[in-house]
């Protein structure tokens, strides 16, 4: 018997939510993390909603990891369709911040979230996601790159281009960045699921 009877529920239980946390960020309107500028610059310029171009902007991602040839797993899949159609659920029931405690309220949940969501994911170990695969891609098809000097460069890259489309860059951006590291470690050894046997694959892990 294998451990996938664990991995895939934590897989799906991961995403649905991190959607949250991607909707609870949205709504508290004090600044997202780099690519969900992006995603909701994308949105308001094209009137798509949210999740919707979370999930179709992963599907150019994902074409690029042919050239790195890098392979999707699972979760690679799983990620592409899950998040983007949860964090439109998900704002569809929120109630918006209006005051200040509330948004800020809404922040702190969801980079906590989104960093419970985040070692639930990747403990899972079925796949990077479209953007973290894309990222890892490179540094392997370029070795000379840091995945730091990689991430960083598609991050500010990503987020250049949000902010001058209209999303939302502030304070929680900054928090964002300096807490989902620490975070991430801190979860990951939780949800980390150790094969039961030596796999003849090797799988990626990796964020969305």
Same mark, same amino acid.
């Given at each position: ?13 991961? &995403?649905?939510?991190?959607? +949250? ?8 309107? &004090?600044?997202?993390?780099? %690519?969900? *500028? =992006? ?5 308001? /310029?094209?009137?798509?909603s =949210? ?13 690029l %990891? ?26 569809a ?14 922040? /702190? ?6 960093? /419970? ?24 098809? =370029?070795?000379? &790159? ?7 460069? +598609?991050?500010l ?7 001058? &489309?209209?999303?939302?860059?502030g304070?929680?951006? *900054? ?8 975070l991430a470690?801190? =979860? ?11 796999e003849?694959?090797? /799988? ?5």
């Amino acid at each position: 018997m294998t451990d996938l009877g664990k991995r895939v529920p934590q897989l799906f239980l991961g &995403l649905v939510l991190y959607g +949250i946390s991607m909707a609870l960020m949205v709504e508290s309107d &004090l600044g997202l993390n780099p %690519w969900d *500028v =992006f995603h909701q610059g994308v949105s308001r /310029v094209t009137g798509l909603s =949210f999740g919707v171009v979370v999930l179709l902007t992963g599907v150019p991602v994902l074409l690029l %990891w042919i050239p790195l040839r890098q392979k999707p797993g699972f979760g690679t899949i799983a990620n592409l369709v899950v998040i983007g159609l949860v964090a439109d659920a998900a704002l569809a029931v929120l109630s918006p911040g209006h005051h200040l405690p509330a948004r800020i309220g809404y922040l /702190v949940a969801g980079v906590l979230l989104n960093g /419970v969501a985040t070692g639930m994911y990747i403990g899972a170990r079925l796949g990077p996601g479209p953007r973290d695969g894309l990222m890892t891609g490179i540094v392997r098809r =370029f070795p000379r &790159l840091s995945i730091r000097l990689v991430r960083t460069g +598609i991050e500010l890259g990503v987020l250049a281009i949000g902010f001058l &489309l209209g999303g939302t860059f502030g304070v929680g951006t *900054v928090v964002y960045a300096v807490t989902i590291g620490p975070l991430a470690q801190f =979860f990951l050894p939780m949800f980390t699921i150790r094969p039961a046997a030596p796999e003849p694959v090797a /799988v990626q892990d990796g964020l969305r």
